[in-house]
């Protein structure tokens, strides 16, 4: 048997594996054909929040949480979908929650006064193939949730913003 090597403790260090969230995010937003740093509203320490529009007056929030602690960092996705009236909010947010039960792949959940349609992932061992096809979860499922909202409702549509 061979002499073992003992390693000083200082020499060891924790070597985190995977890829950086910010760039995949930064990835994704470029293969939508943004620039990232004209897209990004805040960037601190622990998270950054990208705002990318969608065409009207839709955006799709990107927020990644959580950088200073690598397995912990997560990346949420979100759309709204309708803002939730004073007169009526019962009746909207009961019939949002009735709807969401045909979602797939993302939910349905209330931010301020603000329905939202949402996918929330851990980022560790995710690719810019998986936040790729959580945005289509959401685009592919979004008209189809605001016409069956204004249709359960008894609404033409839903109010604009």
Known sequence: MGKIKKF???NIRKITGGKDPVHLVEEFILRRGFDPDACQKEKTA???RWMISLGGDEELEVLVEGLKSPQETTIYMGVNIATVPVRGSFEMLAAALEIADGLVGIKVSL???YIVLSSSLGAA???VEDLDYHFKLIAAQQTWFKEAL???LGWDTLPED
Do not use: R
Request: charged content about 20%; cysteine-free; aromatic content about 0%.
């Open 125 to 127: 061992g995710i690719s």
């Open 8 to 10: 000083a403790t200082l």
């Open 150 to 152: 204004a249709d359960e």
């Open 46 to 48: 622990d998270n950054a």
């Open 111 to 113: 931010v301020g006064h």
